[in-house]
């Protein structure tokens, strides 16, 4: 019995539909055939120089074409994918380079120089994007023989997140997983192009690639999640699904106000999720998508598809996320939601501590406090571990306090995530000035960050008190508390 291999993905749909289009980036499309094409002469070059099944690839770039490339060829020759966070500094992404310990660096040209860096630091090989699929051109095409030994329990990429401390923990997930994860079903039914706004460092934008390329049909990439170049994407490739967070709806529905004329009769799916979605934002993506299913979905890199809210529950249950995905066992424990099944992932890469105390029993402690009705359908009412969640994106308070703590105009400083609308939540710094000292502004604060830290975990929000609320035997910031605090002051 043949095992789960996502390099089977490519070769199956290369063999039946060659000259159909797989991606697509702006202008450029790469189709089925072309795709294995490429990523047969690069899984044959990185054979040649040394990168071998179990190896990991380190790929820190911005969204293109190249990287899709790279993907598909570790996937053949059993090479674990590892993707950088194109958002972070130079510190951040040694750190987490440090810790996968790949066998390869690939940076693009815009990380080159830094790239280079961390790999003189660190002894690592380093090369372009572009160089080394420039030179996997004079390789031969032919297919790819799978890997003696590789098998569908083996790694298949390890990405990267961030914890309640700030630390990069890296997902395991394994072809089984990534092939199940994505698998369409037994029927190969008409889908349509799906335009993905999420970086390739993300898990959400592989995930809907391989949606798509198992379904045989195309994936839609963009440079950023900007809304006029997501409403033109979904004209030009007639896209008939759209996978956004809440912030990036908002966006384009900002943009649709003020360009009514827009095509956006084709989509037939448009879901959200990663964080609260307001019930008027939802009744705002039925107006602006009149064709479209709505759908809410809940999940995480480690556990795939936690549940998820059909278009005809949108209304009937506000605020809720659904009922448990197909695959997934849900149980509540003190309010902490936790999930089973088939979709886990394999662990955090070289970190059995952090492993154990998220995997027990089988049971994954996703740090999310729920609700569930007497339907059983789940509500998010808060977090275990003090973490922030905007726009996709996980936040350590305590990593932007170390940052802040050295700003000479504060003599005490928190970090606590507020409600947001758009965001889900945004960063807000709650400081105690320093005598003397004039308060200083969020620029100001976004700037002490910006050398050290990724923008996504600069502070959106100052707000000044007297005193910052901690606890008297360890000092630790009271954040609940805080929180409370901050949201009942006049408006």
Request: hydrophobic residues 45%; negative net charge.
């Amino acid at each position: 019995m043949s095992d789960l291999l996502i390099g089977n993905v490519f070769a199956n749909a290369a063999r039946a539909v060659p000259g159909r289009v797989a991606v697509a980036l702006g202008n450029a499309t790469v189709s089925f055939g072309e795709l294995d094409e490429r990523a047969n002469r690069l899984a044959r070059l990185l054979t040649r120089t040394g990168v071998g099944c179990g190896a990991r690839v380190a790929v820190w770039s911005g969204t293109n074409l190249d990287v899709v490339t790279v993907f598909a060829a570790a996937a053949k020759l059993g090479a674990v994918f590892m993707p950088v966070n194109a958002l972070l500094q130079a510190g951040e992404a040694a750190d987490v380079v440090g810790r996968g310990r790949p066998a390869l660096l690939l940076a693009d040209d815009e990380h080159a120089a830094a790239a280079v860096d961390i790999g003189e630091a660190s002894g690592l090989p380093v090369t372009t994007l572009a160089r080394c699929v420039a030179a996997a051109e004079a390789e031969s095409d032919e297919p790819m023989p799978t890997p003696a030994g590789l098998g569908e329990d083996d790694p298949h990429v390890v990405f990267f997140t961030s914890g309640s401390t700030g630390r990069p923990k890296g997902v395991v997930l394994s072809h089984r997983v990534n092939f199940l994860r994505t698998h369409p079903g037994a029927l190969l039914e008409p889908r349509g192009a799906m335009v993905c706004p999420y970086p390739l460092f993300h898990m959400g934008a592989w995930t809907i690639a391989l949606q798509q390329w198992q379904a045989r049909d195309r994936v839609v990439l963009v440079q950023r999640a900007d809304a006029g170049e997501l409403l033109d994407a979904i004209e030009r490739h007639r896209a008939t699904r759209m996978n956004c967070v809440p912030a990036v709806w908002q966006r384009m529905l900002d943009r649709l106000d003020a360009e009514p004329g827009r095509d956006t009769s084709t989509v037939r799916f448009a879901d959200t999720g990663t964080s609260a979605t307001p019930p008027e934002l939802l009744a705002a993506m039925q107006r602006a998508f009149p064709n479209a299913s709505v759908r809410v979905f809940y999940g995480s890199t480690e556990a795939g598809s936690v549940a998820s809210l059909e278009h005809a529950d949108v209304t009937r249950k506000p605020g809720s996320c659904g009922v448990p995905a197909p695959g997934a066992e849900v149980r509540l424990d003190d309010g902490e939601v936790c999930v089973r099944g088939p979709l886990l992932f394999d662990g955090y890469f070289d970190d059995p501590e952090a492993t154990e105390a998220a995997l027990v029993d089988g049971w994954y402690h996703t740090g999310d406090l729920a609700e569930a009705d007497a339907e059983g359908y789940l509500t998010i009412v808060g977090r275990v571990r003090d973490v922030i969640r905007t726009g996709g994106e996980t936040v350590a308070p305590t990593e932007v306090e170390a940052v802040l703590a050295a700003h000479p105009d504060l003599a005490d400083v928190a970090v606590v995530g507020l409600p947001d609308s758009q965001w889900g939540e945004i960063v807000c710094a709650v400081a105690v000035v320093a005598p003397g000292s004039e308060p200083p502004t969020v620029e100001a604060l976004r700037e002490a960050c910006a050398s050290s830290l990724a923008s996504y975990k600069h502070p959106r929000r100052l707000e000044l008190v007297d005193r910052i609320p901690r606890t008297a035997a360890t000092a630790q910031v009271q954040r609940r508390l805080l929180v409370e605090q901050l949201l009942a002051r006049p408006s």
